[in-house]
């Protein structure tokens, strides 16, 4: 069996060869697919949004290298909250405004690790550089996670525990989504359908076609 070659060095870098790309891609899909029967919601982009990400020079990557000087760890950082199609802009615009209005508001996308190396000392120098980065900015870290990942792994508090070793700040939670799901077993005796109190007929004919604008008449 091939010992595979030590964690080297971490650097930042704006754009990630195609073959290296294919190889984060693969590692990125085999990490998060135990997840998608854990969580309500997908834990990650589309194959093109991933490409997309690792082209693009507005999104910063953390590239871990192994002695040989090969990819095998990547993260995935960008200001540019617009490319976040599940977060509200004008939500981060107000908690932070300061740092919104001087582009220093970095939402973590992913870290994504080379199978051999999962266990070793790479992803703590990962965060240690992407949180030294952003502190020299002064800048705001905001991430999102699952309940799984908060239960199983404590991602919060470990990423805030690798933090604080290396920079000052402030972690806190700063909202929550819930999702919600009602068993109907059945209709009771006194048919919703019937109901006239609220004054308003229901028609429940699955008409399946497109509901055109009513034009005002003239």
Known sequence: M????????VTV???????????FLGFYRDAFAPLRAETAVEQTVSDPEFRDLA??????????????????????????????????LPFYERRYPDHYARDAIY?????????????????QAMVEAIGLYIAMDRGVIAFDTCQY???????PEFIERLGRRHVDGVCEEIDAQRYYGYELTGIKELDLRDRTDH????????????????????
């Open 2 to 9: 091939t010992t595979p070659h030590p964690p080297a060095r």
């Open 55 to 88: 082209r693009r020079e507005d999104v910063i990557k953390f590239v871990g290298w192994d002695a040989a000087g090969r990819p095998i760890g990547l993260s995935i950082v960008t200001t540019n909250l617009g490319l976040v199609p599940w977060i509200s």
């Open 199 to 218: 004054g308003i007929d229901i028609d429940l004919t699955d008409q399946r076609r497109a509901v055109q604008p009513q034009r005002a008449s003239e």
């Open 107 to 123: 939402y973590f996308v992913t870290l994504v690790i080379a199978p051999d190396h999962q266990d070793g000392p790479l992803i």
């Open 149 to 155: 990942n908060i239960d199983v792994f404590a991602v």
């Open 13 to 23: 870098e704006r754009r990630i060869d195609e073959s290296a790309c294919d190889d």
